[in-house]
């Protein structure tokens, strides 16, 4: 349902639309006297990099267990990674798309570019100013990409676990993509691994992702509540609102960044949270290892609990008449989601396991067996809840308050403008 438009979209279009009457050449004008040196051109390099291999994280080496995980060699397209007992090698032939990374349970593939709290970060900013966002690859869109399009070596180097959280948070992400331009890929295994990520990541949320195949039918719009909050920011600025400073209205830019900023502080009070309630380390001292991916996971699963529901894990169950206590166990696991405690038996926090299943892979006894468990557990109990409850609240009522004399204010302006 469309949103229903008052005076401030009336006055807003109206500024825009006088700056475009009195400036009608100005993008010509800067386009002409540019240096040319100067002038970005499109260069898909700019979006790839050569991932680094940390191998103590590879599921592979650390059990010792060729049967752990093969993943990442499932999805190459060149066959450019060689797992050993010991390490993990990236071949010249890399073509830098990004699967590995996106497929890697444990995140040993490195790459500063594909972070997954960047590539939330980069998605939300632009989710958060326009209208729609547009996330697709360098083959389908080659040119620059506008403000409100996200361009990744290949769609799949986007992992389920940030799709999730996305589209949890947001509902204006599509994908672009030209019908036929996945057909004539190099990376063919990109369109599969995508597919398969964001389905999932789908299931999880239970949000549709967008599909745009139409460069025609792009929207490169600003979103109406971007615009909005813009324009009275900088009323505000000029001192011809009826702003308080006790009611201080934050420019569109700035509104985005702060939530952005609100994000990175519930994923680090989250995992406060976490190990205050199940402690740092094993038994054995060992610090566990919370994956990026796992922390996208359960901040949003804090902030919406009835998600829980939507995963279908299986984490490690031991049967103790069989476990003989070697432990190898534990060495298999690169996060330290499971352990031998003192008294010698196995247990596993389930918010930390990666639900790989090499833990029960490398037990020549047979005495792991991968089981569901509850999802709820993954919900990460909110001590601050009520608190943030009552702040909500207030914030509320400060809103309110700010519409009345939003609204006062647009009373004098349509007063003045009678007279």
């Known amino acids: 349902m469309a949103e229903q438009r008052d005076m401030l979209d009336d006055i807003i279009d109206i500024q825009r639309d006088w700056q475009a009457v009195s400036n009608p050449f100005g993008g010509v004008l800067d386009s002409l006297t540019q240096d040319p ?61 990004g699967l590995c990374s996106s497929v890697c349970p444990t995140g040993a593939f490195l790459t500063t570019k594909l972070a997954q709290k960047t590539l939330y970060d980069r998605v939300a900013r632009v989710a958060g100013a326009y209208d729609v966002c547009y996330v697709t690859c360098t ?41 036929g331009i996945c057909d004539r890929c190099r990376t063919i295994t990109g369109e599969e691994t995508y597919a398969q990520l964001i389905s999932q990541a789908e299931e999880w949320s239970g949000e549709a992702m967008g599909l745009e195949v139409e460069e025609g039918e792009l929207n490169h719009e600003l979103s109406r509540a971007y615009r909005r909050s813009q ?63 796992r922390k996208l996971v359960l901040t949003t699963l804090q902030q919406y609990p009835e998600l829980a529901e939507n995963f279908h894990l299986e984490v490690p169950v031991c049967d103790r008449s069989l476990c003989t206590m070697c432990g190898d166990c534990a060495k298999a696991c690169p996060v330290h989601a499971c352990d031998i405690d003192d008294a010698g038996r196995f247990y596993v926090e389930p918010t930390y396991c990666i639900n790989c299943g090499a833990c029960a892979q490398t037990c020549i006894e047979d005495a792991l067996t991968m089981e569901p468990f509850d999802s709820q557990q993954l919900v990460v109990p909110d001590p601050n809840a009520e608190k943030l409850a009552e702040r909500r609240a207030e914030a509320e009522r400060r809103r309110q308050e700010a519409k009345e004399k939003l609204r006062h204010g647009l009373d004098v302006i349509e007063h003045m403008a009678e007279e």
């Open 37 to 97: 040196s100067k002038v970005k051109q499109w260069d898909p390099g700019e979006y790839k990099e050569v991932p680094r291999a940390n191998s103590v994280m590879c599921l592979q080496v650390a059990s010792g267990c060729v049967d752990a995980c093969s993943r990442c060699l499932d999805v190459c397209p060149t066959d450019s990674i060689t797992i050993t007992d010991k390490r993990v090698v990236i071949h010249g032939s890399c073509r830098k798309c």
């Open 139 to 179: 083959r389908a869109l080659g040119r620059l990409p506008l403000g409100n399009e996200v361009v990744l070596p290949c769609v799949g180097a986007m992992p389920a676990e940030v799709w999730f959280s996305l589209l949890s948070e947001y509902g204006n992400i599509s994908v672009y993509l030209p019908l």
């Open 231 to 293: 324009f009275v920011s900088s009323m505000a600025q000029a001192g011809t609102m009826l702003v308080t400073r006790g009611v201080p209205v934050l420019a569109g830019a700035q509104a985005v960044a702060k939530r952005i900023k609100n994000h990175s502080d519930k994923l680090l009070e989250m995992q406060r949270t976490l190990e205050a309630a199940v402690g740092a380390k094993t038994d054995q001292s060992r610090r566990r290892v919370l994956t990026q991916g």
